[in-house]
T-cell receptor, first 115, second 116 residues
Framework: AQKVTQAQTEISVVEKEDVTLDCVYE???????LFWYKQPPSGELVFLIR??????QNEISGRYSWNFQKSTSSFNFTITASQVVDSAVYFC????????????FGGGTRLMVKP | DGGITQSPKYLFRKEGQNVTLSCEQN?????MYWYRQDPGQGLRLIYY???????QKGDIAEGYSVSREKKESFPLTVTSAQKNPTAFYLC???????????????FGSGTQLSVL
């Protein structure tokens, strides 16, 4: 069975602070895919990034960066110089070739950025 | 603009009543999904469909039913058998392309269902 754990249920920071959202996953498959989605107050989940198990290269996109470490089964997400617009619920998710097209979501981390 | 449309945004169910949530997509995606989101929890899969006239149960299918008569449409019925239906329901779709399970999901804006 696959599992995604986001231990931080809620994080509150002040604008311009850096913040890291943790994601730890479990799977027995060697080929798998990890995702991060953002859910703003409007409710619709927005795709942020996808990473497959064979690509451990870290990625940076503007103020966002992701650190994928297979050795610790983690796929952490860092927002640099946070802004109020970053306030949302962030979900980490996992699927694999053997998962039957089913995506397993973590419980989500609610990020509140205060001005 | 292409996307996924869910309606209504808010829905109220009376005791013993069946209600249907609409989901339409114009992205020409093959696969469609229904997820349930409870406060402070992750998304749980109710049903999914990869092709017209075919669908599979997810983790929490009991008390729900779906149909896929058209590629664009995947309505979800919450039946009276679902004893705790209050939740936020999200519809999603994706292409069954080269990346296989790595293809990203596109989501609708959700329907909040409450019990009167």
């Amino acid at each position: 069975a696959q599992k995604v754990t986001q231990a931080q249920t809620e994080i509150s920071v002040v604008e311009k602070e850096d913040v890291t959202l943790d994601c730890v996953y479990e799977t027995r498959d060697t080929t798998y895919y990890l995702f991060w989605y953002k859910q703003p107050p409007s409710g619709e989940l927005v795709f942020l990034i996808r990473r497959n198990s064979f690509d451990e290269q870290n990625e940076i996109s503007g103020r966002y960066s992701w650190n994928f470490q297979k050795s610790t089964s983690s796929f952490n997400f860092t927002i640099t110089a946070s802004q109020v617009v970053d306030s949302a619920v962030y979900f980490c998710a996992l699927t694999s070739n053997n998962a039957g097209n089913m995506l397993t979501f973590g419980g989500g981390t609610r990020l509140m950025v205060k001005p | 603009d292409g996307g996924i449309t869910q309606s209504p945004k808010y829905l109220f169910r009376k005791e013993g009543q069946n209600v249907t949530l609409s989901c339409e997509q114009n992205l020409n995606h093959d696969a469609m999904y229904w997820y349930r989101q409870d406060p402070g929890q992750g998304l749980r899969l109710i049903y999914y469909s990869q092709i017209v006239n075919d669908f599979q149960k997810g983790d929490i299918a009991e008390g729900y039913s779906v149909s896929r008569e058209k590629k664009e449409s995947f309505p979800l019925t919450v039946t009276s058998a679902q004893k705790n239906p209050t939740a936020f329901y999200l519809c999603a779709s994706r292409t069954l392309g080269k990346k296989g399970p790595g293809e990203k999901l596109f989501f609708g804006s959700g329907t909040q269902l409450s019990v009167l």
